[in-house]
């Protein structure tokens, strides 16, 4: 019964690396997102897909990208991580769209020096 | 554009005390959702409303849903230590994706 499982758990990059943050779902959930959060923003949408083969961009999508080859699984990449990306990172998964509520992952906590 | 205001931010209470946190926006909602959040964790979904007017209460949580659609209160009965955490409201629409507010911070001392 393990739900939405991220990894890893805490990350710390250089300026410029590149890295992905891994998500998986078991439940079968067709809708899969990606959200940062900070302090005094709330949760803010970045990607997210409807199924697997579909993927679009939320509200801060500019140096990320993400792909859903299988219904389980949904990477975020981080392309050339700069300082501005460190936040707290939630995959979230739900059954067709957000109406059902969201199942979400622990979180990666990410910091880019 | 913030289309979820919450209030208040912060709240620290006493144990035994009752609070009320607000979500209010503009927009009409097709659901409005409630999630805790504890630290180092992901948000955990309370409850889900769809109609206007609507109450549902889980234990010593009362959440309602404007008749309007586009406001929601959560009420909290004599608060525990338990109950601290951050606490979130999310409005959607069908075929689309939530949007989330800045949350409520609640702290409730022994």
């Known amino acids: 019964n393990a739900g939405v499982t991220q990894t890893p758990k805490f990350q710390v990059l250089k300026t410029g690396q590149s890295m992905t943050l891994q998500c998986a779902q078991d439940?079968?959930?067709?809708?899969m997102s990606w959200y940062r959060q900070d302090p005094g923003m709330g949760l803010r949408l970045i990607h997210y897909?409807?199924?697997?083969?579909?993927?679009d961009q939320g509200e801060v999508p500019n140096g990320y990208n993400v792909s859903r080859s299988t219904t389980e699984d949904f990477p975020l990449r981080l392309l050339s991580a700069a300082p501005s990306q460190t936040s707290v990172y939630f995959c979230?998964?739900?059954?067709?769209?957000?109406?059902?509520?969201?199942?979400f992952g622990s979180g990666t906590r990410l910091t880019v020096v | 554009t913030q289309l979820l205001e919450q209030s208040p931010q912060f709240l620290s209470i006493q144990e035994g005390e009752n609070l009320t946190v607000y979500c209010n926006s503009s927009s009409v909602f097709s659901s409005l959702q409630w999630y805790r959040q504890e630290p180092g964790e992901g948000p955990v979904l309370l409850v889900t409303v769809v109609t206007g007017g609507e109450v549902k209460k889980l234990k010593r949580l009362t959440f309602q849903f404007g008749d309007a659609r586009k406001d929601s209160s959560l009420h909290i009965t004599a608060a525990q230590p338990g109950d601290t955490g951050l606490y979130l409201c999310?409005?959607?629409?069908?075929?689309?994706?939530?949007?989330f507010g800045e949350g409520t911070q609640l702290t409730v001392n022994p």
């Open positions: 439940m079968n959930h067709e809708y």
């Open positions: 999310a409005g959607g629409f069908r075929g689309s994706r939530l949007t």
């Open positions: 979230a998964s739900s059954r067709t769209d957000s109406f059902y509520g969201y199942t």
């Open positions: 897909s409807v199924g697997a083969g579909i993927t």
